[in-house]
């Protein structure tokens, strides 16, 4: 019971912290603007549209997720570090581990409860749909459920902000996300004209499976991030954690490229009668070691699928979620590992 109430203790604090920042209200703020943005930039394409703007709307969410976990990371742990102020929370019977893991699922959470902000705006403005010629009705629904749900978030966050003196940005957060959605569910009734409509026509189950595994991989950017803010500033623990992403991405061109060329070549070898050399065998198991070690951040990528209206297996969902855990536990184990020898007095 202790352990869990001051991992809870320490997650509240750390989400609140987050939250609160203004680092986070700029990222969503920006992201946002940029996924009703989107909408316009892929009116000018030579195709589907309507494709585009999910690759670049979901694109811009996940890049705004990567660079806000390396900024939220360094100033919950890097910075308390610095500053010796986590010596008044190490100081007592709290264990290492908990701090750390603590503060990985506050950062966690404020993470995505920011990011719901944009995704649930790009699950409106989806419905509404790109306007691909001058022809094109104007999705009222959606510009009227959504303009409400903003404005509602903003006042709300205004009033307490000056009556109660609560966080502006906190407060327009935690309530612009779930207003969104909302919006979106209403908006999923009506078509252009009001008439009312049924809500599965519009409804796209692959997006969210799309977005759940997205989130997904931006859970183990996080350890990743929280890992490398463990021992370095705000410049490396980006740096960190955006070379993984890009690692991540270019696994399978780079690595699972490498390891097939190896393995078809020693085929080939075999098959001839040749004797193969030991250094190629070392190559192959070098390779293979880092295309374990890596995350694969392809798996957990649904969109090009769902351009294509390829449905998402569920036993694929399932096992991209158990891969993505199980590199979450590795990046949190690596991270635990490094603050417990991390000298801060």
Same mark, same amino acid.
């Given at each position: !019971?202790?352990?869990?109430?001051?991992?809870?203790? &320490?997650?509240?604090?750390?989400?609140?912290?987050?939250?609160?920042?203004?680092?986070?209200?700029? %990222?969503? /703020?920006?992201?946002?603007?940029?996924?009703?943005?989107?909408?316009? +930039?892929?009116?000018?394409?030579?195709?589907?549209?309507?494709?585009?703007?999910?690759?670049?709307?979901?694109?811009? /969410? +996940?890049?705004?997720?990567?660079?806000?976990? #390396?900024?939220?990371?360094?100033?919950?742990?890097?910075?308390?570090?610095?500053?010796?102020? %986590?010596?008044?929370?190490?100081?007592?019977?709290? $264990?290492?581990?908990?701090?750390?893991? =603590?503060?990985?699922?506050?950062?966690?959470?404020?993470?995505?409860?920011?990011?719901?902000?944009?995704?649930?705006?790009?699950?409106?403005?989806?419905?509404?749909?790109?306007?691909?010629?001058?022809?094109?009705? %104007?999705?009222?629904?959606?510009?009227? +459920?959504?303009?409400?749900? /903003?404005?509602?978030?903003? &006042?709300?966050?205004?009033?307490?902000?000056?009556?109660?003196?609560?966080?502006?940005?906190?407060?327009?957060?935690?309530?612009? =996300?779930?207003? @969104?959605?909302?919006?979106?569910?209403?908006?999923?009734?009506?078509?252009?004209?009001?008439?009312?409509?049924?809500?599965?026509?519009?409804?796209?189950?692959?997006?969210?499976?799309?977005?759940?595994?997205?989130?997904?991989?931006?859970?183990?950017?996080?350890?990743?991030?929280? *890992?490398?803010?463990?021992? +370095?500033?705000?410049?490396?623990?980006? =740096?960190?954690?955006?070379?993984?992403?890009?690692?991540?991405? @270019?696994?399978?061109?780079?690595?699972?490229?490498?390891?097939?060329?190896?393995?078809?070549? @020693?085929?080939?070898?075999?098959?001839?009668?040749?004797?193969?050399?030991?250094?190629?065998?070392?190559?192959?198991?070098? $390779?293979?070691?880092?295309?374990?070690?890596?995350?694969?951040?392809?798996?957990?990528?649904?969109?090009? #699928?769902?351009?294509?209206?390829?449905?998402?297996?569920?036993?694929?969902?399932?096992?991209?979620?158990?891969?993505?855990?199980?590199? /979450?536990?590795?990046? !949190?184990?690596?991270?635990? *590992?490094?603050?417990?020898?991390?000298?801060?007095?």
């Amino acid at each position: !019971m202790a352990f869990l109430e001051q991992f809870f203790a &320490i997650a509240r604090n750390t989400f609140l912290e987050c939250v609160r920042q203004t680092v986070t209200l700029i %990222v969503v /703020v920006a992201s946002t603007l940029l996924v009703l943005l989107s909408n316009q +930039f892929a009116a000018f394409t030579m195709a589907d549209d309507q494709r585009m703007f999910v690759d670049l709307a979901l694109s811009t /969410v +996940f890049m705004s997720g990567a660079l806000l976990a #390396a900024f939220l990371a360094t100033s919950v742990l890097d910075e308390e570090i610095r500053s010796r102020t %986590v010596l008044t929370v190490v100081s007592k019977p709290v $264990a290492r581990a908990t701090f750390v893991l =603590g503060k990985y699922a506050g950062v966690l959470a404020a993470l995505l409860g920011a990011l719901f902000v944009p995704v649930a705006a790009f699950f409106l403005v989806e419905v509404h749909g790109v306007m691909q010629t001058a022809a094109t009705p %104007v999705g009222w629904p959606c510009v009227l +459920f959504g303009t409400a749900a /903003v404005l509602i978030a903003l &006042i709300a966050a205004a009033w307490c902000n000056f009556f109660y003196g609560k966080s502006f940005g906190a407060i327009a957060i935690m309530l612009g =996300g779930p207003l @969104l959605l909302l919006a979106y569910a209403l908006s999923l009734l009506f078509d252009p004209s009001w008439s009312v409509i049924e809500a599965s026509k519009e409804f796209r189950g692959e997006l969210w499976s799309a977005a759940i595994l997205m989130a997904m991989a931006l859970a183990i950017l996080t350890a990743i991030a929280v *890992a490398a803010s463990t021992r +370095f500033g705000q410049v490396l623990t980006i =740096g960190v954690t955006l070379g993984a992403l890009v690692l991540g991405l @270019l696994s399978d061109w780079v690595v699972g490229r490498r390891i097939d060329a190896v393995e078809k070549a @020693l085929a080939v070898q075999e098959q001839s009668g040749h004797a193969t050399s030991i250094a190629d065998h070392a190559g192959l198991f070098a $390779a293979k070691t880092a295309y374990a070690v890596i995350p694969n951040f392809q798996v957990f990528w649904m969109v090009d #699928a769902v351009n294509q209206a390829q449905p998402i297996p569920f036993d694929y969902f399932v096992r991209v979620l158990a891969y993505g855990g199980f590199c /979450v536990v590795a990046a !949190m184990a690596i991270a635990i *590992a490094l603050f417990q020898r991390r000298e801060i007095c």
